[in-house]
């Protein structure tokens, strides 16, 4: 599809707000110390477990290893795949509702382990902080989501920031990049 690649992560971020993949781009390490909240903080502990492979050293549990996927132009790393079972986990700290920008970022790692030949046969989200465990169809059960995941992609590879209008002041009001941006509506709500 394209020689460029994008971070799986950036799928969350484009659908919160196009722009703010540019301050992720611009601000990213200094953003998160002067303004990542608890939540954020917690969910960033969640997965430098992974990243250090402190998780488990089961030899059919692949952690923290990086992807890439060639058709969707996009790279990152998987959270949890148990190979034998065929299930790809992505932990998150505390899930409260399933985003469709949560959604992407799984099937982008579901894509990418695919055309790496794995069979995954399950996906899900666990909930860290209260147990729970959200099991999420597989995109072959879900055309109509998939449809919308491409659409993204489509819209994140062809995004111009210049001629970008924010219209929702309640985004601003919650994003941790309204300080630097000269888009924010923050004081409008
Ligand atoms: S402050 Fe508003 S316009 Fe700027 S990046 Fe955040 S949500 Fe987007």
Redesign the pocket.
Known sequence: MTENYYPISYLNDFI?????I??HQLYGNMSERLYQNEDQMGGKAVHETIDTHRYSNHKSILQGISICSRKYGLCGKIDLFDVDKGILTERKKKITEIYDGYIFQLYAQYFCLTEEGFDIRQLRFYSYSDNKIYPIPLPEETPDMVKKFEKTIESLFEFDPTS?V?T?AK??G?????P???????DDE
């Open positions: 919160f707000c196009p722009l703010s540019y301050f970008f924010q929702n985004k601003c919650r994003c941790i990049y309204s630097l941006c000269d888009r924010s509506l923050a």
